[in-house]
């Protein structure tokens, strides 16, 4: 076989092999859907995969975050219902003192006719629940005689006064009470105008409205 010979095997070698595009696009880039479509390049197509894990890593984060919000919420709620079920008990746990008196007094009322006894029975259970509200810091409002005070004080009339100066409290209908700086209850009270102004007195009313004699 001559040189000629192999040279026109090669070329028909050559010519039966497939061709191979040089516009095809990177095995990298055609990797990720859609991207072969929209013509992207390797480098391109790394840097959107890039951002899609960041934009699913930051969703992810995210909702763990939102998750542990939730779960604090919970937590921070159960431990002010724990919070408020106990000074509710401790609350009621300071009254039963009192029913247990007044229990007593009851059964005693019962068994006996002395007046003496009653009252000191009802007294003693006064100064205990009275000593329980001190504990649980409440207060009474000072009323009788003090300078009204809208704060503390609701007027329920005014009343006018010979021995206590206008504007101040003159009577007590029902004591108030506050708790720290709190008002729970505000004293309802009667509120002097001062001392009664008397009408001046015509020369009839001095004369005593008498008509002179006749003859």
Known sequence: ???SDDNQSEEQNKAQEPAVSETAPPAEASSVP???????SAEEAAKLRKELDDARQQADALRRHAA???NVRKRVQRER????????ASVLRGMLPVVDNFERAMASLAKTTDAEAVKTGTEQIYRLFVD???KQGVKPIPAQGE????NLHEAVMQMASAEVPG????????????IGERVLRHAKVVVSTGAAVQAPQTAEQSDGGNEPASN
């Open 1 to 3: 076989m001559t040189m």
């Open 34 to 40: 859609g991207i072969a479509a929209a013509g992207l």
């Open 68 to 70: 542990e919000l939730d």
């Open 81 to 88: 219902d724990r919070d408020l079920t106990e000074r509710s």
């Open 132 to 134: 329980w509200l001190d």
């Open 147 to 150: 300078k009204y005070d809208p």
């Open 167 to 178: 504007g101040c409290i003159s009577s007590e209908l029902e004591r108030g009470y506050t």
